[in-house]
């Protein structure tokens, strides 16, 4: 089947404005997570979902971020009145249950604010 | 909280050089994963270790886990500029669900 997809893969919006990120993670993966990786840096946790457990969202840098999951399927992440210093590559990865399954990561959204 | 220590930040190499990769955990781990990420792409899976002392190869690359369960390495011989990019690795912690990725390794190979 299809691994996880992200959309979209690009995307570039002015300081102040909203955006949201969506990530289809891989059918059957009870897992999702949310990094950013900054240009050239490593990969930042911001988010977790495992089932229908509430959400581990101790890596999130600010209130003006959030991220929901709808269904146990997809999931959004949104980031309200966007800085410059948001700008980077948001990644969603999916993994089958239990913390001995790999991730499986979608190709990233490049967000941009100007 | 659990902290992943991963050295060195860049490496520069020439093409047939060997390369090493360290992870240090500020706590026991139940298992390790490490991950490669090629320029512009995503990371990809390489390898799990769950035992203690245990150590995997595929093809040039040897995995290690220390005996504590606390450090890990990756090694690869005769680098080849197929080995281009960020070598990360993914600690879980024993007896929960947190995971902390290090911070990653550069590798760069000079042909």
């Known amino acids: 089947g299809a691994g996880v997809s992200q959309s979209p893969s690009n995307k570039v919006t002015e300081k102040g404005k909203d955006v949201e990120l969506r990530c289809d993670p891989i059918s059957g993966h009870t897992a999702l997570y949310w990094y950013r990786q900054s240009l050239g840096q490593g990969l930042e946790f911001l988010i977790y979902?495992?089932?229908?457990?509430?959400?581990?969202k101790s890596g999130l840098p600010s209130d003006r971020f959030s991220a929901e999951r709808t269904g146990g399927s997809v999931s959004t992440l949104t980031i309200q009145r966007t800085q410059q210093e948001d700008s980077a590559v948001y990644l969603c990865?999916?993994?089958?249950?239990?913390?001995?399954?790999?991730?499986?990561f979608g190709p990233g959204t490049r967000l941009t604010v100007l | 909280g659990q902290q992943v220590m991963q050295i060195p930040q860049y490496q520069h190499v020439q093409e047939g050089e060997d390369f090493t990769t360290y992870c240090n955990s500020s706590t026991t781990l139940s298992n390790i994963q490490w991950y490669k990420q090629r320029p512009g792409g995503h990371p990809v899976f390489l390898i799990q270790?769950?035992?203690?002392?245990e150590v995997k190869k595929q093809k040039r690359l040897t995995f290690q886990f220390g005996e504590a369960k606390k450090n890990s390495s990756l090694h690869i011989t005769a680098t080849q500029t197929t080995d281009v990019g960020t070598y990360f690795c993914?600690?879980?912690?024993?007896?929960?669900?947190?995971?902390?990725f290090g911070k990653g390794t550069k590798l760069s190979v000079i042909p």
């Open positions: 993914l600690g879980s912690g024993a007896g929960s669900y947190q995971l902390t």
């Open positions: 990865a999916s993994r089958e249950r239990g913390n001995y399954n790999e991730q499986f």
């Open positions: 270790l769950v035992k203690s002392g």
């Open positions: 979902f495992q089932g229908n457990s509430a959400p581990d």
